[in-house]
């Protein structure tokens, strides 16, 4: 069942962005302010790497993974990820121990290979065992599209992401784990007398952005997934497709600039406040109201009139019983044909089963409904 309120879409606020596929969310509102082939499955190749850090994190956060463990370097971290690969590494020593702690930065700051597929082989014994924990973790914390088949994100079958799996990958860092997203900051860290760099090139250039990662995937570009935090907003992208490094620094600087300047905050709604009613089959009362639990705010363009439209969208009717503070539908709001966010509504009270006449006359209705 849907609701309209608020009007009519129309034609929203227009950005190109030359990413072939994006997503930026305002923090704050969770307003999306662009969407470009978000959900378009492509290669993550070394953004992937996020989740191997999310991996390592949740285990040192249940306590399963301590920081001073020590995992040997197997011969196949070695030559596929070490100093004989070519690829990003931190260059363990082949048959040396290292500490989680290090492997994490080693992940986190140089993008290391090597690392990633080290704290593989240590926890779960392989690259494929981990890269299904991967796939399966991805799934219980909201990454609908994503599926992994190494640490790494080196090429291989089966290593594909979205620009809204990214972002939610990211934002869920940084929610989860805010200690420990500090790594990310990091300008350079050294270990084993080498001294390496932080590889996210938007760092040094003190615009605010304080994470997370870069990659490129042959046939697929230069991406970036990065945050940052000015004047008190904090916006996530995540941007894919661009043709060179040199690119992508400057389209992310160029759209963070865009989403910090040119959006204003609007409420929409109170805390609390209904929205709209839902039916109810069987029930003692016949709608429920519909409230939000939090206030609705979203970012519009600031040189652009807005065309705002909303719809209640719930599975028809909703059964008994109902609990109040339950979610029973989700509250979409438009900007022309532009999706800025979704809302949760929760029930505002209570809908007990009602009588056995009252049960008969839904069961009639709903029957009519459906044939008519």
């Known amino acids: 069942m849907v609701h309209a309120l608020l009007g009519t879409p129309s034609q929203a606020q227009e950005f190109e962005t030359k990413a072939r596929q994006a997503l930026v969310i305002d923090a704050l509102t969770d307003t999306i302010l662009l969407a470009k082939a978000a959900d378009e499955p492509v290669p993550p190749a070394s953004m992937a790497k996020l989740m191997t850090v999310e991996l390592v994190l949740s285990a040192l956060k249940d306590g399963s993974l301590s920081r001073q463990t020590l995992f040997p370097v197997s011969e196949h971290a ?4 070490g100093a004989p690969s070519g690829t990003s590494t931190m260059f ?17 700051v140089q993008y290391a290979n090597d690392a990633c597929i080290i704290l593989a082989e240590g926890m779960t014994g392989s690259e494929d065992q981990f890269a299904e ?8 914390i909201g990454l609908k599209a994503s599926t992994f088949a190494n640490p790494t994100g080196l090429p291989a ?10 972002v939610t990958l990211a934002r869920h860092l940084r929610s989860a784990y805010p200690d420990d997203v ?5 300008p350079e860290f050294e270990w084993n007398k080498i001294r390496q760099r932080n590889r996210n090139p938007l760092l040094s250039a003190e615009i605010g952005v304080d994470g997370y990662v870069t990659g490129f995937a042959e046939g ?12 008190g907003r904090r916006v996530d992208l995540a941007l894919n497709g661009l043709a060179t490094d040199k690119e992508r620094v400057a389209e992310a600087k160029r759209v963070f600039d865009w989403a910090m300047t040119q959006f204003s905050e609007k409420r929409l709604f109170a805390a609390g406040e209904q929205v709209a009613e839902a039916s109810v089959y069987g029930g003692n009362l016949a709608t429920v109201g519909l409230v939000t639990a939090g206030p609705v705010d979203i970012l519009l363009p600031v040189k652009t009139p807005p065309k ?15 609990r109040a503070g339950d979610v029973a539908a989700t509250l979409r709001i438009w900007n022309g044909d532009h999706l800025l966010r979704e809302v949760p509504l929760k029930a505002a009270t209570s809908v007990e089963a009602g009588t056995l006449t009252s049960r008969a006359a839904d069961a009639l209705q709903e029957l009519l409904f459906f044939w008519l």
């Not at 070695?78 to 990820?81: F, L």
């Not at 970036?224 to 004047?231: D, K």
């Not at 719930?314 to 008994?320: F, I, S």
């Open 133 to 140: 924990r991967m796939t399966a973790r991805a799934r219980d």
């Open 92 to 108: 363990a020593a082949l048959k040396s121990s290292v500490s989680v702690a290090d492997l994490l930065q080693g992940v986190i």
């Open 308 to 322: 705002l439209s909303a719809r209640v969208v719930y599975r028809w009717p909703l059964a008994v019983p109902v």
């Open 78 to 81: 070695w030559r596929t990820g």
């Open 182 to 186: 500090a790594l990310f900051r990091q």
């Open 157 to 166: 079958a089966g290593n594909l992401t979205t620009m809204r799996d990214l």
């Open 220 to 231: 697929y570009g230069y991406g970036i997934v990065a945050s940052m935090e000015q004047g």
